[in-house]
Each structure stands twice: as C-alpha cells, then as structure tokens.
C-alpha cells in the first residue's frame, strides 16, 4: 500500500470516528450547560470555593470570575515552581527561575502550553501533576465556559445574564473533561503509553553508553493534554516520544482527542439555540477548513522535489518513522488549526510550504475547528463579520439568529478580531528590530524570520507549539511570550463576553423573505471566504518574507 493511500485511509478513519461521537457528545454537552441540577461532588466544590452556582450573571461578573480565576491560577502556579526545589517528589531538580515560572504559568494558565524547557528534565511529580495537569482541565473548561456565555448570548432575549461563571467551570471539568480523560487515558495505557510516579532510571544505549530518564503521570496527562487542546508534554520530544505516542493507533487516537470536543461544540451550539442546522452550517465550515489544510500539506510533504525527498518517498526530514509523512501531517494540521500545541514532528523541518501552512492554520484564529471553546466562539465572531459584510451588500440590516448585527456588536467583534495580528506583528517586529532576540536565532533569511514569527503566532494564538531552532529561554523571549500569551487569551474574551452581553439585551428580530439564511451552504461558503479573506490576508506580507519566500526558493 502506497503512503499516500495509507495517509488517506487515516483520514477516513479519523474522519468517521469523529462523526460518530460527534452526536451523543454535542447534546451531552448541551445538557450539561442546561442542567438545573448539581451533582454532590459539584455542591462540595461550590461549597469550597464560596460559589452560588443559582445566581445568574451579566457579562461583566461573568468577566471577572473569568480574570479573578485565572490570576489565581498564575499565582499559584508560578509559585509552585519557584518552591519545586524544596517539595517532595521533585527528582531533584531545582526550582525553576522567575522569567520562565512566569512564562511557563501564563502558559498554561492561558491554555497555550508553550514550553521553555526541558519537560524530563526541569518539572518533577508534585509541579507536572499539581501544577500543569490541573491547569490542563481548568483552562479548558474556562474556554468552554465562555464559549457557552456567548452560545446563550444568542439564545437567550431580553436580560443581560449569560448564566453563572462559577457552575460552567466544575460542570465542563466534571461531567465532561475529567470522565472522557480517565477514558482516553485507559486507552493511551493499552497502547503502551507509561504512568507511573517512578524516579529516574539510567539505562543503556543502542550505541553503547548510558542515558537517564524518569517516569510519570504520562497517559493521564496526555489524554487532557490533548482532549483540552493544551499540548504541553511531560517530555521535551512531546507527541514524538513513545512514552507519550507509542505507535500508529495511539497516534491516530491522540488527534481524535485532539479535534473531539470542537467539533462536537458545534451540535451543542445548535441543540442550545434551537436549529442544530446552524450548528451544522458552522460545523460545515471548520470541516471545509480542516479537509482543504490537510489536503494541503499532504501534497507539500509528499510530493515535495529533490532527490534526497524521491529516495525517501517524500519530506521525512524532523518525522517519526513510526508515523510517517501522513500521520504527521495530520497531525500537524489538527494541532495548528485547534489551540493544542502539541506535535509529533518538528514544523521547522517541514517543506517551506508546509510550515507556512501551519503558520496560517494559527493565524485564521485557530477556528477550524479550534481550541475547546475558544474555536467555537471565534468562529461565531467570524459568522457575524460575515452577516454584517452580506447585509452591505444588499444594503439590508444585518441579521444572525434573530439578533441585528449593529454598531456596538460589530464594534465587539471587529477588536476580537484586530487583537491577535497586533500582539504577532509588533512583538515580531520588536524582536526582529533589537539585537538580544535576534542572536536566539539559529538560522538566517527567510527561515529565521519564519522561527520568530511562529513563536509569537503561536503564542498570541495560544497554540503552543514551537518551529524548532530559536533559542527561547531566555529572558526577553520568556517574557514577551508570556505577555502575549495572556493578552492573546483574556483579551478577545473581553469581547466575546461583551459581545454576548450585547446579544442577550436584544428582542428577536422575527424572519422575514429577505432574512439571511445562515443554516444554509450558501452562509457556509460565505464564512469561509470571510476567514480566508479578513484573516488570512492580515498576515500575507509576513509570510510572503517567511515560509513563501523559502518555498519558492526551494
């Protein structure tokens, strides 16, 4: 069987699991944020915490217990690092240093997973487990949460409440992340995945020699890592390690995870605003996405020139053998066009076409089909861009779901927008600009200035992953990136939630002849093109410097 038909037959695969979750999981979700009741571990938490999860909140409250719980997330995790060198189960190792504890906190915190270190060589049992697998749960649920507020902004009329912050958070950890984690984490175990609290081991060499490598909590981080979209790795080789990834399947199974709770999003958004066909005209549009990107880099990386590619049936060069060209680049395009992070190759060493397709899969917003909740919302941001552009140009109020699109809902959504470009393209330029970042790059020309900019894509974006060869740990870069990180993550939630708020106050607008039918292909052809058009030209020039430039050239 040829790889090509092999990558394809994956796909399929992949494709067909998905769709078969896709329903039972979209309305559980949507019967959990629905729920009238509370589970008895829920009411313990809620009692813990001071919540009352009954009190409905409008968009501002609803902000601040979004801002309040992750600032206490920071602190916390930060200060769990700098005191790593005198807890228990540590490995020894020293407490990590101020620049990047911030960097590694505001990472985590802010579902991004970007890592600045050594994973089997920095972070010992208590920080890995304590620390970085519960920020892998609560930071997803936060994105949940507020993908749900602004699912209730459109459901909802006449009240300005989008429900209570405090109850979506425990509700999507416990009914939804934690049991479908202890799942995939029994799966990932069968594959061969490790998950042990053992300390380090040295151990022989093929070659001769002797190497050191420690246990962990692995599967069990791994199946949130991936299910919340979060991507941070127990090892430094991350998804490539076959502690982490043993073998084809597990491959296979760890992007199901990956792109299971998006996607499904898009049934839950339907069952919550009445018409699960809008929810499908949603869903049509990441899948769009999702086909066209993988599509894509298949051919980039397979059918790339040169002898060395001929000898080797395509770009091995930075790929697993395990996996392969298809297995990697299916992989690869989940973990860009979702906020994950994660990888099982290394993106610098892809064809220049195929890093860049990486690059702009984070930069369309991460929405095809995104991180977990952060996709949904950004793609609902998108489709009011693109009823209010059809309603210019049939010179018709703009209408979504019974809501007018005004000034003050465009406004909303126009910042969510503009805020992810501004922090890449300025912390770019900056880093470019001043000659302490610019020594971290290993590489020059178009390849070393593809290396900074995906480090700020990817961060801005909240994706996590890294081109490989940029020396990151250093102070400048640690703390930009942390910035960006924050700003990338709690910034556009300032205006979903707002936009929401917006929302919810109106009265429904009733259908007429001339309303817009969003639950059609016709609105689903129109999203994409705003996506392609609104987002990816944004970012044209920087890339026409970076990955195009080394493409061509190649």
């Given at each position: 069987?040829?790889?090509?038909?092999?990558?394809?037959?994956?796909?399929?695969?992949?494709?067909?699991?998905?769709?078969?979750?896709?329903?039972?999981?979209?309305?559980?979700?949507?019967?959990?944020?629905?729920?009238?009741?509370?589970?008895?571990?829920?009411?313990?938490?809620?009692?813990?915490?001071?919540?009352?999860?009954?009190?409905?909140?409008?968009?501002?409250?609803?902000?601040?217990?979004?801002l309040a719980f992750s600032a206490v997330g920071v602190l916390f995790l930060y200060a769990l690092q700098r005191l790593q060198g005198v807890l228990p189960g540590?490995?020894?190792?020293?407490?990590?240093?101020?620049?990047?504890?911030?960097?590694?906190?505001?990472?985590?915190?802010?579902?991004?997973?970007?890592?600045?270190?050594?994973?089997?060589?920095?972070?010992?049992?208590?920080?890995?487990?304590?620390?970085?697998a519960v920020q892998n749960f609560v930071s997803a649920a936060v994105g949940m949460a507020v993908a749900v507020a602004l699912v209730r902004g459109f459901a909802r009329s006449r009240t300005g409440e989008l429900g209570n912050f405090w109850a979506d958070l425990v509700r999507g950890t416990v009914r939804i992340l934690l049991p479908v984690s202890v799942a995939g984490a029994l799966v990932l175990v069968a594959c061969g995945a490790i998950q042990n609290f053992s300390g380090i081991h040295e151990v022989g060499q093929f070659m001769g020699g002797t190497q050191e490598w420690n246990g962990g909590a692995v599967a069990s981080q791994e199946a949130i890592k991936e299910l919340g979209t979060n991507g941070g790795g127990y090892f430094n080789a991350n998804s490539a390690h076959p502690f982490e990834n043993p073998n084809p399947f597990s491959n296979l199974f760890e992007i199901f995870l990956i792109l299971l709770i998006p996607f499904a999003m898009t049934r839950t958004f339907g069952k919550m605003v009445g018409s699960v066909r809008q929810g499908y005209a949603i869903l049509g549009a990441m899948v769009t996405l999702w086909i066209g990107f993988t599509g894509l880099m298949m051919w980039t990386e397979f059918h790339h020139g040169g002898p060395a590619f001929d000898i080797a049936g395509g770009a091995m060069e930075g790929k697993e053998t395990r996996f392969g060209i298809a297995g990697s680049s299916i992989f690869a395009v989940a973990t860009t066009l979702t906020s994950t992070g994660a990888v099982n190759s290394f993106h610098s060493s892809y064809t220049g076409l195929g890093g860049g397709i990486t690059m702009l899969g984070m930069q369309l917003g991460e929405i095809a089909p995104g991180g977990v909740g952060s996709g949904l919302y950004g793609m609902l941001v998108m489709a009011v861009i693109a009823v209010f552009l059809a309603g210019l140009m049939v010179g018709r109020t703009p209408e979504y779901l019974g809501r007018k699109i005004g000034t003050r809902e465009i406004k909303f959504a126009a910042c969510y927008i503009l805020i992810t470009p501004a922090l890449v393209l300025s912390f770019t330029a900056a880093a470019l600009a001043l000659p302490t970042p610019a020594d971290s790059m290993t590489n020059s020309g178009a390849h070393g200035f593809s290396e900074i900019l995906y480090a700020y894509t990817s961060a801005s974006n909240n994706n996590g992953s890294a081109f490989a060869g940029l020396n990151a740990d250093t102070q400048w870069f640690n703390s930009t990136l942390g910035i960006a990180m924050l700003l990338g993550r709690f910034l556009p939630m300032v205006f979903v939630l707002a936009l929401a708020g917006s929302l919810a106050r109106q009265s429904p607008v009733p259908e007429t002849a001339g309303t817009l039918r969003t639950e059609k292909p016709l609105f689903t052809g129109l999203l994409v093109g705003t996506i392609m058009i609104v987002a990816g030209l944004t970012y044209f020039p920087a890339l026409a410097l970076g990955p195009l430039a080394e493409g061509l050239a190649s």
């Open positions: 069987m040829s790889p090509e038909i092999s990558g394809a037959l994956q796909f399929l695969a992949l494709a067909g699991s998905l769709a078969l979750a896709y329903r039972p999981l979209g309305d559980w979700m949507a019967r959990v944020y629905s729920s009238d009741t509370h589970w008895r571990p829920e009411k313990w938490i809620y009692k813990v915490i001071g919540a009352h999860p009954e009190a409905e909140m409008r968009w501002p409250a609803y902000l601040r217990g979004v540590s490995l020894g190792f020293r407490s990590i240093d101020p620049d990047q504890a911030f960097n590694t906190a505001a990472s985590f915190v802010s579902n991004t997973n970007w890592q600045s270190y050594y994973g089997e060589q920095a972070m010992g049992h208590v920080v890995q487990t304590g620390g970085l």
